[in-house]
């Protein structure tokens, strides 16, 4: 079982919509979650961080957070072209261990 | 603040060459952390350097290595380069206990 999950996509809303990404993870004792938006040729820039079970909204982003399911969501509310990017899920288990990534899930948005 | 920047932005090496790569976290920022991205393998850590110590290290032969300075800024090396490690390399910079992790531009490393 890989350590981050996400559904490659490409996953297609059209705009205005509300576009749904979700991950899991298999390591019980992750504490901190992140999702981090990558566009074509450029890197990967932070949009959310949650830690806690429950949902952290900023903007039109809201992640959502049940550790004992173990998945972390992020909703994109009243999608936008763009929006289109990659976005990846990142997971740090304990302390100060590496953050691992999930292989991102495409999501395109179209007007 | 000033961001993570990453020099140099594009290199061309061919096979066998050596390439040293240099990162700057943002100011006050004493983890950084490398990457590298390639599109069969997604995000892959490579090491993480705290106080001028490596504190990670991930899954890559001993071709790759790195340092950190006193002021935090860092470097990979990698030595007899390979066709497959053609990739974006990407530091990332944290300043806090929270882990959360500030991308630079990255380097587009391709090998001849």
């Known amino acids: 079982q890989k350590e981050v999950e996400q559904n490659s996509g490409p996953l297609s809303v059209p705009e205005g919509a509300i576009a749904s990404l979700n991950c899991t993870y298999s390591?019980?004792?992750?504490?901190?979650f992140f999702w981090y938006r990558q566009y074509s040729g450029k890197s990967p820039e932070l949009i959310m961080s949650i830690y806690s079970n429950g949902d952290k909204e900023d903007g039109r982003f809201t992640a959502q957070l049940n550790k004992a399911s173990q998945y972390v969501s992020l909703l994109i509310r009243d999608s936008q072209p763009s929006d289109s990017a990659t976005y990846l899920c990142?997971?740090?288990?304990?302390?100060?261990?590496?953050?691992?990534f999930g292989k991102g899930t495409r999501l395109s948005v179209i007007a | 603040k000033a961001g993570v920047t990453q020099t140099p932005r594009y290199l061309i090496k061919t096979r066998g060459q050596q390439v040293t790569l240099s990162c700057s976290p943002i100011?006050?920022?004493?983890?950084v952390s490398w990457y590298q991205q390639t599109p069969g393998q997604g995000l892959q850590f490579l090491f993480e350097y705290f106080s001028e110590t490596q504190r990670n290290k991930g899954n890559f032969p001993g071709r790759f290595s790195g340092r950190q300075f006193s002021n935090s800024r860092s470097e990979m090396n990698v030595s007899t380069l390979e066709l497959g490690d053609s990739a974006l390399y990407l530091c990332?910079?944290?300043?806090?206990?929270?882990?959360?992790?500030?991308f630079g531009p990255g380097t587009r490393l391709t090998v001849l």
């Open positions: 100011s006050g920022h004493r983890s």
């Open positions: 990332a910079s944290s300043g806090g206990s929270d882990r959360e992790q500030f």
């Open positions: 990142a997971v740090n288990k304990v302390g100060n261990t590496p953050l691992v």
């Open positions: 390591d019980r004792v992750s504490q901190s």
